[in-house]
């Protein structure tokens, strides 16, 4: 297996400005936004983002029976196991662009990964933030049905809500056709909003009781919630 793939090369000092390294964790259903945001926090806070997600739609490419079994588990739209998962964020989270703190954006999922987080939080002298984006369930469906992503710069469009200018093409890539994820089809979304349900939601109460629990409404719009956002990290 081949974790490089979805390794950032920058490896430029970044800048943390509120000076204590970070792990900022965004929570949230699937489709709450939290790639969104994690892009936005990564342009303008200059801290590498880290979705285990990409890494694995990244993986799962290759002709190998690992990349098999990873596209069969997120067609389905279950979670790939635990002891996968953890030892590629480690592996990611090593990196010398991490070492003023990341985003993690769909990481952790369930109480063992977000067990491994706490350890890995206290061997890389970071403390951990996590931001829940609260959307409700009924708006989830919708929004990843309707997700267009562009291959080039990876904006992310909603056909619903947010459509480019001219048809699936992106508005600073025109030579470039939209992206509809493989799993952003309607049955999936179900399975992965019952998967979310089952073995991620409980999350919430995890860091709540740790008192590291922030909440933002999720059904604004994406600028004013990353305002929140931006102030809760400086804060946090
Ligand atoms: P979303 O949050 O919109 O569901 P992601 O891009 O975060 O989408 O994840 C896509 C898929 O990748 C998930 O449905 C799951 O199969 C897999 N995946 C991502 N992150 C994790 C994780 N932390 N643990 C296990 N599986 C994961």
């Known amino acids: 297996m081949a974790p490089e793939a979805a390794v950032c090369e920058d490896d430029e000092p970044n800048s943390n400005q509120s000076g204590m390294p970070k792990i900022i964790v965004l929570m949230g259903a699937p489709g709450a936004g939290k ?24 993986l799962k490419n290759a002709q ?24 590629l964020v480690k592996e990611r989270t090593a990196q010398v662009d991490c070492r003023n703190g990341y985003i993690l954006d769909g990481f952790p999922r369930t109480p063992e990964q977000a067990r491994s987080l706490d350890g ?19 708006l989830l469906e919708k929004r990843m049905t309707g997700r267009r992503n562009c291959p080039v710069c990876g904006e992310i469009y ?33 399975a992965r909003l019952a998967t979310y349900e089952a073995k991620t939601r409980s999350l919430i109460e995890y860091y709540k009781s740790a008192g590291l629990l922030h909440s ?21």
């Open 35 to 58: 790639g969104t945001q994690a892009r936005l926090l990564q342009e303008r806070l200059h801290l590498p983002q880290i979705s285990t997600g990409d890494i694995f739609r990244a």
């Open 64 to 87: 190998t029976p690992l990349a098999q079994e990873l596209r069969e588990i997120m067609e389905r739209g279950q979670l790939v196991p635990d002891e996968l998962t953890i030892r």
């Open 120 to 138: 890995l939080a206290a061997e890389q002298d970071n403390t951990i933030v996590a931001i829940n984006i609260d959307v409700p369930l009924d």
């Open 158 to 190: 909603n056909i619903y809500f947010k459509p480019p200018k001219n048809d699936n093409v992106c508005d600073f890539h025109p030579e470039a056709q939209l992206v509809h994820r493989a799993d952003d089809n309607a049955e999936t979304v179900q």
């Open 216 to 236: 933002v409404a999720g059904t604004r719009e994406p600028g004013d919630i990353y305002g929140d956002i931006e102030r809760i990290v400086q804060q946090g």
